[in-house]
């Protein structure tokens, strides 16, 4: 071996210890924060739990009132269909006037209003109809409702057509009909909690990534300290680097504790994928979000501005990504807008690796956007952090 | 108590946001910002959902079928495979959420009579969008089989049309939307979202004015000076109460003139749940500020606690009422749903200070409790 190649082999060495030296500096930085390190270990266990066990948004137990102005055998088996786990029946109103002003008080949420004589019609063959009003100050769970109830209502409907038909003609006559049979993939019994909790992880993970190495630079530069790195040998790049190094080590063994003591034995998330591959992918999204965060502390002067700023960019990215709504239903305009967003690829991978069981194969071309982003913000913020500083 | 001293320390306070431009400009700027962005942009309805079909019977019946999900605001047409295994791709990358496939014989089983199985697969990772779908599918299902049956009726049985549609459907279901009728999300959005940007901005804006000067140093002077407990907390909340309540008029204002959001109720009580609510947010923060002793740590936490319930717990998005009970539990610790309910109330519902007065009592409540917490936590001779 030359001398050369020695002494650069010295320069690589130096150069990571020097990082590493950094790097745990910030971790020893971060265990002494004990608040802080009590809300990690809470936002990563407790709080996934609560938001997997807690939320619901199909619809369930919708609290129905009935108006049921006819009193009769038919009245009372269309209200028998309304049932659990979508409406809950919360009781008889006398007067619809009464139902209204429970739905205005938000102490129900539907209320059926069954006309009379509805029995009498249906035997005489006239055609009836039944009034439904739905509070819509909640518009999907709203619409959700009416569905159902629609749904219920041309099933009492139709049954009765075929029986009627039926009966008329004495046989087992045959029927015209398109039956539904739905497949869901991915998540067989729809059961919400592996969405929400994944969904949980996810929001934690960008907050943290965004907001702990944000945070750690920019104390750096209201204490002064940050000068006196650039006077010691470390360079820009290594100040940066291990800051985000240091907060990625923390969050990947968060995301750890949650899968292990949450996500699996609690909620039975089945990871059907490769787990390294989502360790890989989530390294990657930390590293891309810290970029941005260290992009956002060398514009911003103290902690507050990065607060603002961190709320300016995180919390359209969390409500607008897709974790929350339905991405597709978006206008265009923000669309394209969260076409900048790395969560936006990341929520497609991992759901793709934790639940479909999908790997690189089709998940290629999210993840080298995601790369790619988080170069360009990681680039943008080394550039940044020079400038002002060396 | 020396009300003298609360104006100073309030001017205090006051001179060191203001001289943070950047700081200033973004607490004015970022509710407004917020609500155009959010009351345009976050949409709930499940609409454009790209899916493909796998057309096995490709007869006239099965394209008339296809095409009342193709011309329909719900379902974006993605294109039609040749065979099962390529649904599998697409679902896996995510390029559709739903597959229809049309069996064979389609047509064939139909006219003669026969009920016919149409199979849908669905994208489950988001489970109320599965939901979603289901009904879609199975209303336009039911709405074709309506007219197949009226159809075949009239053929079989002679029947006019008008005869064999009413034999086909005798009870039908006539949906009045209360509060909100045309069932748009902005409607529902635009109200919670003042609540969304006050719960958000206002405790981030008192916890970091606080642990800033336990940081710096420069909260000793405080402790040595006569300014007493009282004093010092209730000065340091009036910049960022005035700034608060500012911002409520502001997105008030854009809510009913540029989103026309009806506004029903009745101003004062809107006015004083505002106000009440900033107090507890402001609270929220003050207590965060006085358990936390670095800027990092109450920036983190103040963020985290104020986003993550607000949007999963106050009914922002998921009514209160079909969460968990433990879910529940926490909605009702939290200020945030009383407020929804009253801000949602007096846009939509018209409601008055008889219907709501229960939720401004729990504001009022909270404010006081947090006022309490913080004056219990906070001491002029710490322990170091």
């Not at chain 2, 999300?185 to 919670?192: F, L, Q």
């Not at chain 2, 009913?256 to 809107?270: A, D, E, T, W, Y």
């Amino acid at each position: 071996m030359s001398k050369n190649d020695g002494s650069s082999f010295e320069v690589v060495r130096l150069w990571a210890l020097r990082l590493f030296v950094m790097t745990r500096k910030e971790l020893l930085q971060l265990g002494r924060d004990v608040p802080l390190l009590l809300f990690l270990l809470y936002s990563f266990s407790l709080s996934v739990y609560i938001s997997g066990a807690g939320i619901a948004m199909q619809l369930s137990n919708a609290s129905l009132l009935v108006h049921d102005g006819d009193h009769s055998e038919s009245s009372r088996e269309l209200i028998h269909r309304f049932r659990e786990p979508y409406f809950r029946f919360d009781g008889d109103v006398s007067d619809p006037k009464e139902g209204l002003a429970r739905l205005d008080r938000g102490t129900a949420m539907v209320l059926l209003d069954i006309p009379p004589r509805f029995h009498e019609s249906i035997l005489g063959r006239e055609p009836v109809t039944v009034q439904l009003q739905v509070d819509t100050t909640n518009a999907p769970q709203g619409l959700s409702a009416a569905a159902y109830a629609a749904r219920i209502v041309g099933g009492f409907s139709f049954d009765l057509a075929l029986s009627r038909l039926g009966a008329a003609s004495n046989n087992e006559m045959p029927m015209p009909m398109v039956e539904s049979a739905h497949r869901v993939w991915f998540n067989k019994d729809q059961d919400e909690t592996w969405f929400q909790s994944i969904s949980h992880i996810l929001r934690m993970i960008t907050l943290f990534a965004f907001l702990l190495p944000a945070a750690a630079l920019v104390r750096e530069k209201e204490h002064g300290t940050v000068e006196q790195l650039l006077v010691s040998p470390v360079t820009p790049l290594q100040i940066m680097l291990s800051k985000v190094l240091a907060m990625t080590l923390v969050i990947l063994a968060a995301t750890t504790l949650s899968m292990v003591t949450v996500l699996k034995p609690v909620f039975g998330v089945p990871i059907k994928g490769s787990v390294a591959l989502f360790f890989l992918v989530t390294m990657l999204y930390t590293f891309t979000i810290a970029g941005l965060g260290l992009f956002a502390a060398t514009v911003t002067k103290n902690q507050a501005q990065v607060g603002m700023i961190a709320l300016l960019v995180i919390a359209p990215m969390l409500l607008l990504s897709g974790i929350t709504t339905p991405f597709e239903a978006m206008p265009p305009w923000v669309q394209s807008l969260m076409a900048l967003s790395p969560l936006r690829y990341y929520i497609d991978v991992t759901y793709g690796v934790l639940l479909k069981g999908v790997g690189l194969e089709l998940l290629w071309d999210s993840i080298l956007t995601m790369a790619l982003l988080g170069g360009v913000l990681f680039g943008l913020g080394l550039w940044r952090f020079r400038r002002q500083f060396a | 108590m020396n009300l003298g001293r609360i104006p100073a320390v309030a001017t205090e306070e006051w001179k060191e946001t203001v001289r943070d431009r950047l700081f200033l400009l973004m607490a004015f700027l970022l509710p407004p910002l917020w609500m155009v962005v959010f009351g345009h942009g976050l949409v709930l309805d499940v609409e454009h959902v790209p899916f493909a079909v796998l057309d096995r019977d490709q007869s006239s019946m099965s394209r008339d079928y296809l095409y009342r999900f193709m011309g329909s605001r719900y379902f974006d047409y993605h294109g039609s495979v040749k065979d099962a295994r390529e649904i599998d791709r697409l679902l896996g990358d995510t390029a559709i959420r739903m597959a229809i496939i049309v069996p064979d014989r389609f047509q064939e089983q139909l006219l003669a009579g026969r009920p016919v199985t149409v199979q849908t697969l669905l994208d489950g990772t988001f489970p109320l969008h599965a939901d979603t779908l289901k009904g879609y599918v199975i209303a336009i299902n039911h709405a074709f089989t309506q007219e197949l049956l009226t159809g075949f009726l009239a053929r079989t049985r002679g029947l006019g049309p008008e005869e064999a549609h009413r034999i086909a459907e005798p009870v039908s279901i006539e949906t009045r939307y209360l509060y909100n009728q045309e069932v748009r999300s902005t409607w529902s959005m635009v109200p919670a979202l003042i609540m969304f940007s006050m719960m958000v901005a206002s405790p981030l804006l008192t916890a970091l004015g606080v642990v800033r000067e336990k940081e710096t140093g420069s909260i000793y002077n405080i402790y040595s000076a006569t300014v007493s407990k009282a004093e010092f907390l209730i000065g340091k909340l009036v910049p960022y109460f005035v700034i608060s309540t500012i911002n409520v008029v502001v997105l008030w204002l854009l809510a009913v003139l540029i989103f026309r959001v009806p506004f029903k109720g009745s101003f004062p009580v809107f006015l004083t749940a505002s106000l009440l609510f900033v107090l507890c947010a402001t609270g929220i923060g003050l207590i965060i500020s006085l358990l936390v002793r670095t800027q990092m740590a109450a920036l983190i936490i103040t963020i985290i606690i104020a986003m993550v319930p607000t949007i999963l717990f106050s009914g922002l998005l998921v009514p209160v009422s079909s969460l968990s009970p433990g879910a529940q539990m926490q909605a009702h610790l939290f200020p945030a749903m009383y407020y929804t309910d009253v801000v949602r109330g007096s846009f939509l519902k018209g409601l008055e200070l008889e219907d709501t007065w229960t939720d401004l009592l729990a504001l009022g409540g909270f404010a006081v409790v947090l006022r309490l917490v913080a004056y219990g936590l906070f001491t002029k001779r710490p322990k170091v």
